[in-house]
């Protein structure tokens, strides 16, 4: 199963937005001309993959995306603890994790009046279109620089239906959680994967919208910083909210 949303609030609430390793902020807050920078990975202290760092054969495939398995870095500090897995073992990267959290609850605890940590949405940034998606590049690319996806589809799916559409959403889930732990070419091919799904599901008879929406996290220890959220409908050809123009009509 791939990181939950709920799983990533909770791994970057409570590693305050730093690196476990190095204390570098890891959204780089948007300019006036750019986006915001996300340069913190969510780092699996036990791989996923049987050829990946510190994998173990006994640990539960159900915890392996759950937040006891998971560690927040900088890019920099997650290429060393691959590189150098003798140095960075299961253990040391597990007590390395307890003693950041522990680290970032001293810091909000000392500072009694600071604000919970939560989510904000801008009406300016939220899309009132989903523009229409034909190439797995183009998904890839916005899927691999957001936080989390929010998956949407239209009512009335056969059995069928729903095991294509469910099996497309678990992949792009998967694909935006090993974004930036896999090299250029397994971008590439990953996304040729995903534009046959596209492909496959158009075929159906459906079309598949998306777009990416600028939040934000504030409260804690920490600045005010970006979270991006993937927006991904799936809907028949047919449906009435669609425009020639535009694409998805997402708000009314």
């Known amino acids: 199963m791939p990181i939950s949303d709920k799983t990533r609030k909770i791994l ?48 539960a495939k159900s915890e392996l995306d759950e937040n006891g398995n998971l560690l927040l870095l900088c890019k920099k500090d997650h290429k060393l603890i691959d590189d150098q897995v003798n140095k960075y073992s299961t253990l040391v990267l597990e007590k390395l994790k307890c003693d950041h959290e522990n680290y970032v609850k001293s810091k909000l605890n000392t500072a009694n009046s600071s604000p919970e940590v939560k989510i904000v949405r801008f009406k300016d940034k939220i899309p009132s279109y989903l523009p229409e998606i034909q190439s797995g590049n183009v998904l890839a690319n916005i899927v691999g620089n957001c936080h989390a996806q929010l998956p949407k589809y239209c009512d009335g799916l056969d059995e069928d239906e729903i095991e294509m559409i469910g099996s497309f959403f678990d992949n792009v889930s998967d694909f935006a959680d090993l ?6 070419r397994e971008q590439m091919r990953a996304a040729k994967d995903l534009e046959n799904e596209i492909q496959e599901i158009q075929a159906r008879g459906f079309r598949i919208f998306a777009a990416k929406e600028q939040q934000r996290i504030e409260g804690g220890g920490s600045a005010p910083s970006g979270w991006n959220v993937a927006h991904i409908l799936i809907t028949r050809k047919n449906d009435i909210r669609i425009t020639p123009e535009k694409g998805y009509l997402l708000t009314p």
């Open 12 to 59: 970057w609430a409570s590693s305050g937005n730093l690196c476990a390793i190095c204390k570098t902020i890891l959204v780089i807050d948007s300019t006036e001309s750019d986006s915001a920078s996300i340069v913190g990975d969510e780092c699996h202290i036990r791989s996923k993959s049987e050829f990946g760092p510190r994998y173990d054969e006994d640990f």
């Open 179 to 184: 974004y930036s732990e896999i090299g250029m």
